[in-house]
């Protein structure tokens, strides 16, 4: 990454949001990092330091509080989300427009936001924590797989509008990732699949997948910090897959 960047990180203040966090600050970002979250927020600060990253306690899912945030932003990764797992005549439709407020609506207002300063530099990177639900459905996880398919969408139109311009915009496609998200579907994962707790990792969620482990933080962070490096200049439209094999059926 250039020096001297200025990078914006949502659901940063724990999993995937925090290893990025960390991993930008070592490359020499300032980061300000964004949660609803405040005391674990006020830990990342503390690990980190307070002269590498801002904190900013934010619910993301209430658009109006987008107007408090910094626009002069060269590097934008929309991290932030939630699940909610119901079949679909059961979803609560409240749960629904909140997990697309959060995870749609959100991380265009901040590119929408963040673009004009990336143009102006003629340097940009957008990058779009995804999932490999942005590219396959499971039963159950309507709001979140359409979100993620949302997501793959508006970051492809703005890899196609940005790509003269010296901004690049990309997914990253992680499967089950070891985060609080993660660990917090166990019990409902087993609600709605009639199992026990402890089956749901090897009968649900690592069933279609080669590589049989939850994915770290950390290797997601790693791939943001190449697409923000200085050989990622060519590579805009893409969505990378971390998924342990899962679309290879």
């Not at 070891?178 to 994962?189: F, G, K, S």
Request: charged residues 20%.
């Amino acid at each position: 990454m250039p020096e001297a960047r200025t990078a914006l990180v949502t659901g940063a203040a724990s999993g995937i949001g925090a290893a990025v966090v960390e991993r930008l600050a070592v490359d020499g970002a300032q980061v300000h990092a964004v949660d609803i979250d405040g005391d674990a927020l006020d830990k990342l600060v503390a690990r980190i330091g307070v002269d590498r990253v801002t904190p900013w306690v934010l619910d993301l899912a209430d658009l109006d509080t987008h107007a408090d945030l910094p626009t002069d932003i060269d590097v934008l990764v929309n991290n932030a989300g939630i699940q909610h797992v119901a079949p679909v005549h059961e979803f609560p439709i409240e749960e629904f427009e909140q997990i697309h407020r959060l995870m749609l609506l959100s991380p265009f207002r901040l590119v929408r936001a963040c673009l004009p300063h990336m143009y102006a530099a003629g340097w940009g990177r957008v990058v779009n924590v995804s999932s490999v639900h942005g590219l396959r459905a499971s039963a159950f996880k309507s709001a979140y797989v359409s979100a993620k398919h949302g997501l793959e969408g508006l970051s492809k139109v703005v890899a196609l509008e940005a790509g003269d311009k010296g901004v690049t915009s990309n997914c990253i496609n992680p499967a089950y990732v070891r985060t609080p998200l993660v660990e917090n579907q166990i019990r409902a994962q087993a609600e709605a699949h009639g199992i026990p707790e402890s089956e749901v990792l090897a009968e649900v969620m690592l069933t279609p997948v080669a590589v049989k482990r939850l994915i770290e933080p950390a290797e997601v962070a790693d791939l943001v910090g190449f697409l923000c490096g200085p050989s990622s200049d060519s590579i805009t439209g893409s969505s990378f897959t971390m998924d342990g094999g899962w679309t290879a059926h």
